[in-house]
């Protein structure tokens, strides 16, 4: 059973960095074929992808915001952690971790199990 | 890099068929047949409908399928029920980067 789920602060101040951790089970890392990405609500908005790792670790960004992100794994703890520099209050926003679905033919680039989200407000 | 163009809402009856439509560019939607649809209930995470445009994870019901022409990707739900009242976002895959749609609510009236 595929389970994540969410941490870190849950209010942060303008400029500083935020640190996400995401611990999963149910899968590995180090397995060929996994990945896990970030995504983001601001309330009562639209999904907005943020990042993804793969097994290998093969890394992408959104390209409006890969200046401010970096997205690392440690296998040996089932964590992906996702940080965001300079943080401001249009980033206030619920964040997900999600898992990457794969099959025979590869990646399915699409997320079928998901965190509960956890809710980062940026307010000085 | 825009997101991709949803309605703002729909609305059907029980029993009805609904589609919602997703219009992106040549860039992502019609480039690549890799559009995934995700349901979300108020206060909780989003589910997995669609992937690869048309395929149905397990577990999901076959009154939801996807499809694509051109620019345009749809979902649609044959025999509305109550419980399929929520938001539908699109996804695309565009090129070592996804974008999502701006979301659907859907009524079931």
């Known amino acids: 059973q595929i389970t994540l789920k969410e941490s870190g602060p849950t209010l942060v101040k303008p400029t500083q960095t935020l640190t996400l951790t995401c611990t999963f089970s149910?899968?590995?890392?180090?397995?060929?074929?996994?990945?896990v990405g970030w995504i983001r609500q601001p309330p009562g908005k639209a999904l907005e992808w943020l990042a993804l790792?793969?097994?290998?670790?093969?890394?992408r960004y959104s390209p409006s915001l890969k200046s401010r992100l970096t997205i690392t794994k440690d296998t040996s703890k089932n964590q992906v952690v996702l940080t965001m520099t300079n943080m401001d209050p249009v980033d206030t926003a619920t964040y997900y971790c999600a898992h990457r679905l794969w099959g025979p033919g590869g990646d399915c680039y699409s997320y079928d199990y998901w965190g509960q989200g956890t809710l980062v407000t940026v307010s000085s | 890099q825009s997101a991709l163009t949803q309605p703002a809402s729909v609305s059907g009856s029980p029993g009805q068929s609904i589609t919602i439509s997703c219009t992106g560019t040549s860039s992502d939607v019609g480039t690549y047949n890799l559009v995934s649809w995700y349901q979300q209930h108020p206060g909780k995470a989003p589910k997995l409908m669609i992937y690869e445009g048309s395929k149905r994870p397990s577990g999901v019901s076959n009154r939801f399928s996807g499809s694509k022409s051109g620019n345009t990707a749809s979902l649609t739900i044959s025999g509305l029920q109550a419980e399929d009242e929520a938001d539908y976002y699109c996804?695309?895959?565009?090129?070592?980067?996804?974008?999502f749609g701006g979301g659907t609510k859907l009524t079931v009236l």
């Open positions: 996804c695309s895959y565009a090129g070592s980067r996804e974008v």
């Open positions: 149910g899968f590995s890392l180090s397995t060929s074929g996994v990945g």
């Open positions: 790792i793969y097994w290998d670790d093969d890394k």
